[in-house]
T-cell receptor
């Protein structure tokens, strides 16, 4: 079955500390991976997708097919990064499959 | 706001009543998705349309749920004989898809359903 696992419900770091939000997926083919973010009282929005290979707001994520992982990283966390982060993937025509999310709390 | 629009934003209903939610996607988007989200969980896929065709339905979608997208534009999600377990945030998203590719999915702000 296609599945996305985010093992941490909450990740709390201090401002300026590195951040890594973990994401593992189970799928035998080549999925397209995404990170979505939801700031307080805002709608869910795309943060980045693996095919773009971009850095958005200082975040990067590398697809590791061997480990079936797509961890989200940022070298120096900012308070405005506090939000819910969801890893997701889709395959071809299918809809996005989301993980259960990780709340990132960046303390001053 | 030219993004995905959902109405109503909140709905409180008594158990056993029927409810209908509406989603207006971004105008040029041909794909439309419905998700359900409960506390502490990520969005769970319910169903999706490409234009007016309903291409996929989750096993989560019981017989009490029905969705339509009559002209390939807005969509409605109806829940009949609501149960307390239906209480959740119902999210709609749209994207532009061709063949096996998909652009970014844009989400609405959701409709929060409370069944009392």
């Amino acid at each position: 079955a296609q599945r996305v696992t985010q093992p941490e419900k909450l990740l709390s770091v201090f401002k300026g500390a590195p951040v890594e939000l973990k994401c593992n997926y189970s799928y035998s083919g080549s999925p397209e991976l995404f990170w979505y973010v939801q700031y307080s009282r805002q709608r869910l929005q795309l943060l980045l997708r693996h095919i773009s290979r971009e850095s958005i707001k200082g975040f990067t994520a590398d697809l590791n097919k061997g480990e079936t992982s797509f961890h989200l990283k940022k070298p120096f966390a900012q308070e405005e990064d506090s939000a819910m982060y969801y890893c997701a993937f889709h395959t071809g025509r299918r809809a996005l499959t989301f993980g259960s999310g990780t709340r990132l709390q960046v303390q001053p | 706001d030219t993004g995905v629009s959902q109405n109503p934003r909140h709905k409180i209903t008594k158990r056993g009543q029927n409810v209908t939610f509406r989603c207006d996607p971004i105008s040029e988007h041909n794909r439309l998705y419905w998700y359900r989200q409960t506390l502490g969980q990520g969005p769970e896929f319910l169903t999706y349309f490409q234009n007016e065709a309903q291409l996929e339905k989750s096993r989560l979608l019981s017989d009490r749920f029905s969705a339509e997208r009559p002209k390939g534009s807005f969509s409605t999600l109806e829940i009949q004989r609501t149960e307390q377990g239906d209480s959740a945030m119902y999210l709609c998203a749209s994207s532009l898809g061709r063949s096996d590719t998909n652009t970014e999915a844009f989400f609405g702000q959701g409709t929060r359903l409370t069944v009392v």
